[in-house]
Nanobody, 122 residues
């Protein structure tokens, strides 16, 4: 059983900053790529940023230069530093991870957190 738990969302004014965290726990052997996605009601979930286990990163064009993804592999944690937040960044942010677990054999799966609300408003 694997759990991803996000934290750090909240209400911020335009131009402000927030830092999201996501901790993975459970019978984890290894974590490959981790990432952040976001979703606005009525829209599809969209990629924000991803990071591989070799720290290779990828960003959506809308957040390049403003957001930074990082990870602490020793803590099974991924972070998203969000700067210069804009109204259009308002969404529920979800953590995602590709994880190998052990249950009498190695199993690979993709897991999601429960989401954390980020609201940008003046």
């Amino acid at each position: 059983q694997v759990q991803l738990v996000e934290s750090g969302g909240g209400l911020v004014q335009p131009g402000g900053s927030l830092r999201l965290s996501c901790v993975a726990s459970g019978s984890i052997i290894s974590i490959n790529a981790m990432g952040w996605y976001r979703q606005v009601p009525g829209n599809q979930r969209e990629l924000v940023a991803t990071i591989t286990n070799r720290d290779s990163t990828n960003y959506a064009d809308a957040v390049k230069g403003r957001f930074a993804i990082s990870r602490d592999s020793a803590k099974n944690t991924v972070y998203l530093q969000m700067n210069n937040l804009q109204l259009e960044d308002t969404a529920v942010y979800y953590c995602n991870a590709d994880i190998s677990t052990w249950n009498f054999r190695i199993l690979k799966g993709t897991y999601w957190g429960q989401g954390t609300q980020v609201t940008v408003s003046s």
